[in-house]
């Protein structure tokens, strides 16, 4: 698995959970509904920090709930 792919699936997860829309998202954190849809389309290579910080503030929990996710165990990226 990929990097972008990790956090596309991980948010994913994290928008279902709480039963958000990419909109809601949109509206609680400020990050455009396009670039949340091309973070879970996977159509970046990666993303910044910045707007993965912007998205976990408008999913109301910190980058470390975030990152805390066997999606991101070492042994699970593409060497």
């Known amino acids: 698995m990929k990097?972008?792919?990790a956090v596309s699936k991980r948010l994913s997860d994290l928008l279902a959970e709480r039963n958000m829309t990419q909109y809601q998202l949109y509206m609680q954190s400020g990050v455009p509904k396009s670039t949340i849809g091309n973070i879970i389309n996977c159509?970046?290579?990666?993303?910044?920090l910045r707007i993965l910080h912007e998205m976990c503030q408008g999913l109301g929990i910190g980058?470390?709930?975030?990152?805390d996710s066997p999606l991101f165990?070492?042994?699970?990226?593409?060497p």
């Open 3 to 5: 990097l972008n792919q």
């Open 43 to 48: 159509s970046y290579d990666s993303v910044k």
């Open 73 to 78: 165990q070492e042994e699970n990226f593409d």
């Open 63 to 67: 980058l470390n709930a975030f990152f």
